[in-house]
T-cell receptor, first 111, second 113 residues
Framework: GENVEQHPSTLSVQEGDSAVIKCTYS??????FPWYKQELGKRPQLIID?????GEKKDQRIAVTLNKTAKHFSLHITETQPEDSAVYFC??????????FGKGTHLIIQP | DAGVTQSPTHLIKTRGQQVTLRCSPK?????VSWYQQALGQGPQFIFQ???????QRGNFPDRFSGHQFPNYSSELNVNALLLGDSALYLC????????????FGPGTRLLVL
């Protein structure tokens, strides 16, 4: 079945610095790569996504890059702010089993 | 524009009981997917409904079943509850044809004692 590895499991950065979270996958049929942000006790919120015909996508301070040959994609957050603190999940889609999620990265923004 | 809604927010059941969870998709969406999120883990796909039929299914036993109604709302039923079924159950809605772009509801927290 599909598998997604997400690293790191915890990431602590100083406010204003950048944060990068990486995911690797094994299923070549995957063609959709979303990122979700989940604050404590709340729903996962779709923050950015990319499809396999695009290498990079940016939305203000958030960007996602995709290397389909190497089967990995990354979330980049620049100029981090306290409200960026949350658990971030990568996921893959396009196969037969809905979205497959990584195990999550707990991002901590240090003041 | 109403987002995805779920009910109830919390539920406590005992082993062996049955439970029904409900979901109303975002306005304009016609596809509903259900996920189970254990504590500290990512959501795991249970199944997806479109046009009142189960279209995709993840690796969950037959104790997990669902239904979709003509108004696109959906139910998740779990029979013969086990302690390990304790989790946050999330519903996600989407538009068929781009069903991978999913928006989640707030979830139902199920505790099995």
């Amino acid at each position: 079945g599909e598998n997604v590895e997400q690293h790191p499991s915890t990431l602590s950065v100083q406010e204003g610095d950048s944060a990068v979270i990486k995911c690797t996958y094994s299923d070549s049929a995957s063609n959709y790569f979303p990122w979700y942000k989940q604050e404590l006790g709340k729903r996962p919120q779709l923050i950015i996504d990319i499809r396999s015909n695009v290498g990079e996508k940016k939305d203000q301070r958030i960007a996602v890059t995709l290397n389909k040959t190497a089967k990995h994609f990354s979330l980049h957050i620049t100029e981090t702010q306290p409200e960026d603190s949350a658990v971030y999940f990568c996921a893959i889609g396009g196969g037969a089993d809905g979205l497959t999620f990584g195990k999550g990265t707990h991002l901590i923004i240090q003041p | 524009d109403a987002g995805v809604t779920q009910s109830p927010t919390h539920l406590i059941k005992t082993r062996g009981q049955q439970v029904t969870l409900r979901c109303s998709p975002k306005s304009g969406h016609d596809t509903v997917s259900w996920y189970q999120q254990a504590l500290g883990q990512g959501p795991q796909f249970i199944f997806q409904y479109y046009e009142e039929e189960e279209r995709q299914r993840g690796n969950f036993p037959d104790r997990f079943s669902g239904h979709q109604f003509p108004n696109y709302s959906s139910e998740l039923n779990v029979n013969a509850l086990l302690l390990g079924d304790s989790a946050l159950y999330l519903c996600a809605s989407s538009i068929y044809g781009r069903q991978e772009t999913q928006y989640f509801g707030p979830g139902t927290r199920l505790l099995v004692l």
